[in-house]
């Protein structure tokens, strides 16, 4: 029986490849976790003023409690109604919030039978922490057709 022919040293070579890649992935950790999903399409209010609602997940990897918060980037017009205050999660815990961004008065429509989809960009961080612990998502803001603001 004749142990080294190629497709062993192939084999062999794939493993080494496969098994490396996993011990580089394994060694990084992230330093928060964020899952953003949407809940509804979109709400119109007063004075036209659209309002997207999502529920994120936030989960605390590190050994310290920190107070975490968000900002909206990509887009200056979108603008976050809840939370209005940083909130604090424990160290391991996951924590469920409501979120709400609008867009007042000003007409983002691009079309007037289809809704417009902006992207937009949620830079999560915490808040009072020595070295930034932060997380970009990509997410996007529904904007009704021009027709259904009238």
């Known amino acids: 029986v004749r142990y080294m022919r190629f497709k062993t040293i192939g084999y062999i070579v794939a493993m080494v490849v496969v098994f490396s890649a996993l ?9 928060m976790l964020l899952n953003i999903n949407r809940q509804e399409l979109y709400t119109i209010r007063d ?6 609602s999502y529920i994120f997940l936030f989960q605390n990897t590190q050994r310290e409690a920190y107070e975490f918060y968000f900002e909206v980037q990509g887009n200056a017009d979108i603008k976050i109604k809840r939370p209005s205050k940083p909130f604090l999660i424990q160290p391991g815990e996951k924590s469920k919030q409501v979120v709400v961004l609008y ?9 007037a039978q289809k809704d417009t989809h902006i992207p937009l ?9 020595e070295k930034p612990i932060e997380v970009l998502r990509e997410s996007v803001f529904i904007y009704p057709p021009s027709k259904a603001l009238q």
């Open 121 to 129: 960009n949620i830079k999560a961080y915490a808040i009072g922490s």
């Open 23 to 31: 011990l580089v992935m394994s060694s990084k950790k992230e330093d």
């Open 103 to 111: 867009a007042d008065n000003k007409n983002l429509a691009q079309d």
């Open 47 to 52: 004075n036209a003023r659209v309002e997207n």
